[in-house]
């Protein structure tokens, strides 16, 4: 069986000093730590966002890009107000009720 060192009682450590003043001082050890993950959080936080913001740019230029290259000269502006009014000007005659068969198995 192996032999315990002999450590003789009151010896000093390396982190002596430093475990004294964590006593002393609690915000050492727990409110520093906690600003620095909180301060460090958020610009964490606010480079991710841009990032994101960065890319969903980036994709709408890519259409604007395709809007550039006339993609849709031919198209026709939409105005609400026309529709509107052309949906008004039709008339109810211009539509045939049609029957429909129905599916197998079922009555009349």
């Known amino acids: 069986m192996g032999t315990f060192t002999n450590k003789p009682y009151g010896q000093k450590s390396a982190l002596g000093p430093l475990a004294a003043q964590a006593k002393k001082r609690p915000f050492l050890v727990f409110g520093l730590p906690f600003l620095v993950i909180m301060v460090g959080g958020s ?3 606010a480079q ?3 990032t994101k913001f960065d890319h969903r740019d980036r994709r709408h230029t890519k ?6 290259l006339g993609m849709d ?6 105005s609400l107000q026309e529709e509107y009014f052309r ?3 039709q008339t109810d005659d211009e539509w045939d009720q049609v029957r429909i068969s129905r ?3 079922t009555e009349n």
């Open 103 to 105: 599916p197998a198995g």
């Open 63 to 68: 259409v604007a890009k395709e809007e550039a």
């Open 73 to 78: 000269k031919n198209r026709r502006k939409l």
């Open 43 to 45: 610009f964490g936080l």
């Open 48 to 50: 991710l966002t841009q």
């Open 87 to 89: 949906l008004q000007a």
